[in-house]
């Protein structure tokens, strides 16, 4: 069953090659003041945030053009990188989303306004203290693990194609533009009415009878082919676990009512799967620990010289932006010092397991990490709902910003970018993303509203039924969602015990797959699964052509519905279309 995901031999940047250029920065703070406006509405609207990495690769191809024509890959990535963080940072909008709704339901007594300097004030300490706690993790993810990160796989894909030379270098481009021109036509064709009503007519009856289906996503398509048949297919796994077995099972033990919404039951499955996904995180990290050691001894010893970011500046770095945002939430929100303290210190985990969910499924677990922050200050402070939405503010930040930068770390990697360079782009762009947040939010809130029949935002629903619950205290949890979560979290660690075992590893589900199947829409992942299994076909069929095309058509499936999911909101807000 196992096909290892695809890999491209890292480049080696030449000496001369300057990165952070005056015209680099500006184009990438110019990038990232642009993706941090527009990224909230394709968030809010479409329930997820795609791609952004690929789409600031292009968005720094046009930019540099308007400083020079000589720039390179390196100076783009540099633009990449920050457009990156502004979208890691901007996706948090439907946290603010849920803020407001909370607020509306006046049972709830929650009444938390934030002003547009408090957001963006909260949100920037928060993301670059997610920064400086992912910088040591590097080594450990991108070069020993060799994690796919697919997004971060089709960056490079990109970066090289916009900068690319020479005979085969044009074939993979030309491979890469039309699957970029395929999957655009398809995104944008199923806006249209009469597409979207014929892809559902033809999957009707397969939908009908599993409760799930296809996604018409060359998106996904792309992203199975970079992952691999084996945590595609325990994605799979997850997928009927969650979809398929586990409402027969609830409706007939009566733990949710016949018929329930398909939000009570990931109200439930969420448990195990987190469960899977948190405790399997913890033991693949635990089982390298000496590599870990030796990560932060490398650091330790950087000086200023070489490619990483040194440890001594981790340290300084991390301790003030805490400092910073224990004050913040005490001064803004009320927030006890201990709170703050405490919620930092258990976001650490979770940002841990978050970047290694997003490296091997392309799917960051950002909502998933708050719902079990929620769950933890929902047993130290129970009933207290304020205490909750700060600590999930924190983790969220904190996850989002540090799979950003890991992300780009292996964008980096593949084209051989300066990691240290990496972090202080993305260092100087969150703050720029989260300006834009600050004020593209309110303006998208007061123009079409959050809610039902409005700007719906879905993980927004979620978080806020999960608030409500907690707010109730553990009782009001059916027992057997924490009797859920203890075998997930013992499957967790089981199998990421045995998957070390190489003659073992491609006969036992990945516990981050199964995890992240049951959790992420079950169109997308049978989607996915789909292209990791053409992925296969191509590779026993003829090994040659996909060792030199399935990357850059894979990118290129990505790349061209990120671009165009986030051109059509930007052309609806302008007038000059509705969907």
Same mark, same amino acid.
């Given at each position: 069953?196992?096909?290892?995901?695809?890999?491209?031999?890292?480049?080696?940047?030449?000496?001369?090659?300057?990165?952070?250029?005056?015209?680099?920065?500006?184009?990438?703070?110019?990038?990232?003041?642009?993706?941090?406006?527009?990224?909230?509405?394709?968030?809010l609207?479409?329930?997820?945030?795609?791609?952004?990495?690929?789409?600031?690769?292009?968005?720094?191809?046009?930019?540099?053009?308007?400083?020079?024509?000589?720039?390179?890959?390196?100076?783009?990535?540099?633009?990449?990188?920050?457009?990156?963080?502004?979208?890691?940072?901007?996706?948090?909008?439907?946290?603010?989303?849920?803020?407001?709704?909370?607020?509306?339901?006046?049972?709830?007594?929650?009444?938390?306004?934030?002003?547009?300097?408090?957001?963006?004030?909260?949100?920037?300490?928060?993301?670059?203290?997610?920064?400086?706690?992912?910088?040591?993790?590097?080594?450990?993810?991108?070069?020993?693990?060799?994690?796919?990160?697919?997004?971060?796989?089709?960056?490079?894909?990109?970066?090289?194609?916009?900068?690319?030379?020479?005979?085969q270098?044009? &074939?993979?481009?030309?491979?890469? @533009?039309? #699957? %970029? =021109?395929?999957?655009?036509?398809?995104?944008? !064709? $199923?806006? *249209?009415?009469w597409?979207?009503?014929?892809?559902?007519?033809?999957?009707?009856?397969?939908?009908?009878?599993?409760?799930?289906?296809?996604?018409?996503?060359?998106?996904?398509?792309?992203?199975?082919?970079?992952?691999?048949?084996?945590?595609?297919?325990?994605?799979?796994?997850?997928?009927?676990?969650?979809?398929?077995?586990?409402?027969?099972?609830?409706?007939?033990?009566g733990?949710?009512?016949?018929?329930?919404?398909?939000?009570?039951?990931?109200l439930?499955?969420?448990?195990?799967?987190?469960? &899977?996904?948190?405790?399997?995180? @913890?033991? #693949? %990290? =635990?089982?390298?620990?000496?590599?870990?050691? !030796? $990560?932060? *001894?490398?650091?330790?010893?950087?000086?200023?010289?070489?490619?990483?970011?040194?440890?001594?500046?981790?340290?300084?770095?991390?301790?003030?932006?805490?400092?910073?945002?224990?004050?913040?939430?005490?001064?803004?929100?009320?927030t006890?010092?201990?709170?703050?303290?405490?919620?930092?210190?258990?976001?650490?985990?979770?940002?841990?397991?978050?970047?290694?969910?997003?490296?091997?499924?392309?799917?960051?677990?950002?909502?998933?990490?708050?719902?079990?922050?929620?769950?933890?200050?929902?047993?130290?402070?129970?009933?207290?709902?304020?205490?909750?939405?700060?600590?999930?503010?924190?983790?969220?930040?904190? !996850?989002?910003?540090?799979?950003?930068?890991?992300?780009?770390?292996?964008?980096?990697?593949?084209?051989?970018?300066?990691?240290?360079?990496?972090?202080?782009?993305?260092?100087?762009?969150?703050?720029?993303?989260?300006?834009?947040?600050?004020?593209?939010?309110?303006?998208?809130?007061?123009?079409?509203?959050?809610?039902?029949?409005?700007?719906?935002?879905?993980?927004?629903?979620?978080?806020?039924?999960f608030?409500?619950?907690?707010?109730?205290g553990?009782?009001?949890?059916?027992?057997?969602?924490?009797?859920?979560?203890?075998?997930?979290?013992?499957?967790?660690?089981?199998?990421?015990?045995?998957?070390?075992k190489?003659?073992?590893?491609?006969?036992?589900?990945?516990?981050?797959?199964?995890?992240?199947?049951?959790?992420?829409?079950?169109?997308?992942?049978?989607?996915?699964?789909?292209?990791?299994c053409?992925d296969?076909?191509?590779?026993?069929?003829?090994?040659?052509?996909?060792?030199?095309?399935?990357?850059?058509?894979?990118?290129?499936?990505?790349?061209?519905?990120?671009?165009?999911?986030?051109?059509?909101?930007?052309?609806?807000?302008?007038?000059?279309?509705?969907i």
């Amino acid at each position: 069953m196992e096909n290892a995901p695809p890999t491209i031999e890292p480049s080696v940047k030449p000496a001369h090659v300057r990165e952070l250029t005056p015209r680099s920065v500006i184009a990438a703070l110019l990038v990232a003041a642009v993706i941090g406006a527009s990224y909230p509405y394709v968030v809010l609207k479409l329930g997820f945030g795609p791609n952004i990495s690929v789409v600031s690769a292009f968005f720094g191809f046009l930019a540099l053009g308007l400083f020079s024509r000589s720039y390179n890959r390196w100076e783009n990535n540099i633009v990449q990188t920050a457009g990156t963080a502004a979208g890691q940072i901007a996706f948090l909008c439907w946290l603010l989303a849920a803020f407001d709704m909370l607020a509306a339901d006046k049972s709830t007594g929650f009444q938390v306004h934030l002003t547009t300097w408090q957001t963006f004030l909260w949100f920037s300490t928060a993301g670059i203290l997610g920064v400086f706690l992912a910088v040591p993790l590097r080594k450990h993810f991108i070069e020993d693990e060799k994690l796919a990160f697919p997004d971060g796989l089709a960056a490079a894909e990109t970066l090289v194609l916009l900068d690319s030379k020479g005979g085969q270098a044009k &074939l993979s481009a030309y491979s890469m @533009l039309g #699957a %970029l =021109a395929a999957s655009a036509a398809v995104m944008w !064709a $199923t806006t *249209r009415a009469w597409v979207d009503e014929l892809f559902h007519v033809t999957f009707n009856r397969f939908s009908g009878v599993t409760g799930v289906g296809f996604s018409l996503s060359l998106l996904n398509i792309g992203s199975g082919m970079i992952i691999g048949l084996r945590i595609c297919a325990s994605m799979l796994f997850g997928l009927v676990l969650s979809w398929i077995v586990a409402p027969v099972l609830l409706a007939d033990t009566g733990v949710i009512a016949e018929g329930s919404k398909k939000v009570d039951v990931l109200l439930w499955v969420m448990w195990p799967a987190t469960g &899977l996904l948190v405790a399997g995180g @913890l033991t #693949a %990290l =635990a089982l390298k620990w000496k590599t870990l050691v !030796a $990560t932060f *001894r490398s650091l330790a010893g950087a000086s200023v010289q070489t490619g990483d970011f040194p440890l001594r500046w981790v340290i300084t770095g991390s301790l003030v932006s805490a400092a910073a945002l224990v004050a913040i939430q005490y001064s803004i929100l009320g927030t006890p010092v201990w709170q703050s303290l405490l919620a930092i210190v258990l976001s650490i985990p979770l940002m841990l397991v978050a970047m290694r969910v997003l490296g091997e499924t392309n799917w960051g677990p950002i909502s998933t990490m708050t719902n079990v922050m929620q769950a933890m200050f929902g047993a130290i402070s129970p009933g207290d709902m304020r205490a909750t939405v700060v600590s999930s503010g924190i983790t969220g930040s904190v !996850a989002a910003e540090s799979e950003g930068l890991m992300q780009d770390y292996k964008t980096g990697h593949v084209i051989g970018s300066t990691p240290r360079m990496l972090t202080w782009m993305q260092l100087f762009a969150v703050p720029v993303g989260c300006l834009a947040l600050a004020f593209a939010y309110p303006l998208l809130r007061d123009t079409y509203g959050v809610g039902e029949g409005k700007l719906s935002s879905p993980i927004s629903v979620r978080w806020v039924g999960f608030a409500k619950i907690l707010s109730q205290g553990f009782s009001s949890i059916h027992p057997s969602a924490l009797w859920g979560l203890a075998i997930g979290a013992a499957l967790g660690i089981v199998l990421t015990v045995v998957e070390q075992k190489k003659e073992l590893r491609n006969f036992v589900p990945s516990p981050t797959g199964v995890g992240i199947g049951m959790l992420v829409p079950a169109s997308a992942v049978a989607t996915m699964f789909l292209g990791a299994c053409l992925d296969w076909i191509w590779r026993k069929s003829d090994a040659t052509s996909a060792q030199k095309y399935s990357i850059p058509v894979a990118s290129g499936f990505i790349a061209g519905e990120a671009l165009i999911a986030v051109l059509i909101p930007v052309l609806v807000v302008l007038g000059w279309m509705s969907i």
